[in-house]
């Protein structure tokens, strides 16, 4: 198993990850900075989940727990990789960009929870 953690909203002072929902079944997430295609980290990422000998869990909470009281962790459910690519960061660290495909839909009131207007609870 290999599980990813995604805070789908950031404070100003966090690390922006380009981490969003295309729709309920899609997902972009961002790896950690410094990691590309050619990294061992990666590659055994794509590689397991691809070979099926992993399965990729998705863990979504909406902001980052240093920010609120203890909202915690929605499990998503499995995904898998449809796209990996190398990007550059807006602060110009290498990382990859993966879409992931959901196996289930996300429900659909915890999908507008997370992605539902948060700035007033951003400082």
């Known amino acids: 198993m290999i599980p990813v953690f995604i805070d789908y909203k950031k404070g100003k002072d966090a690390i922006q990850y380009e981490?969003?929902?295309?729709?309920?079944?899609?997902?972009?997430?961002?790896?950690r900075n410094r990691r590309t295609l050619n990294s061992n980290e990666i590659k055994r990422i794509i590689e397991l989940t691809n070979s099926k000998k992993a399965r990729l869990l998705?863990?979504?909470q909406k902001?980052?727990?240093?920010?609120?009281?203890?909202?915690g962790f929605y499990y998503l459910?499995?995904?898998s990789i449809i796209d990996a690519k190398d990007f550059?960061?807006?602060?110009?660290?290498?990382r990859v960009h993966f879409t992931l495909r959901l196996n289930n839909p996300v429900r659909q009131d915890i999908y507008d929870f997370i992605t539902s207007f948060t700035d007033e609870k951003m400082s």
């Open 63 to 71: 902001l980052n727990l240093k920010m609120i009281q203890k909202e």
């Open 19 to 31: 981490d969003y929902f295309i729709d309920e079944n899609t997902l972009n997430w961002s790896s």
């Open 77 to 79: 459910g499995e995904a």
């Open 88 to 94: 550059k960061d807006m602060n110009g660290e290498n």
């Open 58 to 60: 998705i863990f979504i």
